[in-house]
């Protein structure tokens, strides 16, 4: 059973960035799948952040694009989420997630992850 | 990209029917079946119901369908029951190849 895994800091300052890591079980992090990252601020709705695959193809909420990076390592079964220059609406609930490659189903999501912007 | 547009809230009696709407754009939920959505549980992470429009993945109930007209895309939920109530999202592809959630719908079990 695949499972995915998100871990970082819980707290991070204003003007800092956010590194989120998504670690990979259970299954292949290769072959036709999408790898991306979802953020839920408090009590609000869920917003799509990006995805990458293994060759590489990345891409990203044009509202969030200046300030994002997403990566996929293989041989280590994850990948990452890089947000720079974080304010405190950056504060949210941080998901990864597996898109099947030529569907719109995202089958498979980590537990979610607090993350507080804050001094 | 805008979000696409979906009810804040219904609601339904045991046993009814239900439909959320999903709105968008020929850009969006018009240019592509590539629609899905997700219910979600407070505190719990969003799982899959109906993805490409109208396929249901194995597991979920066959009293929720997917459908879509035009701009418009819709989760019908038959024969309400007290566990569908929860959080609803869809979410669409786009002609920039990204995706966008729509707002949310809070459905009550009545």
């Known amino acids: 059973q695949l499972q995915l895994q998100e871990s970082g800091p819980g707290l991070v300052k204003p003007s800092e960035t956010l590194s989120l890591t998504c670690t990979v079980s259970g299954g292949s992090i290769t072959s036709s799948y999408y790898w991306g990252w979802i953020r839920q601020p408090p009590g609000k709705g869920l917003e799509w952040i990006g995805n990458?695959?293994?060759?590489?193809?990345?891409y990203y909420n044009p509202s969030l694009k200046s300030r994002v990076t997403i990566s996929v390592d293989t041989s280590k079964k994850h990948f990452s989420l890089r947000l720079s220059s974080v304010t405190a609406a950056d504060t949210a609930v941080y998901y990864c997630?597996?898109?099947?490659?030529?569907?719109?189903?995202?089958?498979?999501w980590g537990q979610g992850t607090l993350v507080t912007v804050s001094s | 990209q805008s979000a696409l547009t979906q009810p804040a809230s219904v609601s339904g009696s045991p046993g009814q029917s239900i439909t959320i709407s999903c709105t968008g754009t020929?850009?969006?939920?018009?240019?592509?079946?590539?629609v899905s959505w997700y219910q979600q549980y407070p505190g719990k992470a969003p799982k899959v119901i109906i993805y490409d429009v109208s396929n249901r993945p194995s597991g979920v109930s066959y009293r929720f369908s997917g459908s879509k007209s035009g701009n418009t895309a819709s989760l019908t939920i038959s024969g309400l029951q007290a566990e569908d109530e929860a959080d609803y999202y869809c979410i669409s592809y786009t002609t920039i190849s990204t995706w966008v959630f729509g707002g949310g719908t809070k459905l009550t079990v009545l």
């Open positions: 990458t695959n293994d060759s590489g193809s990345t």
């Open positions: 997630a597996r898109r099947r490659g030529g569907t719109s189903d995202l089958d498979y």
């Open positions: 020929s850009n969006d939920v018009g240019g592509y079946n590539y």
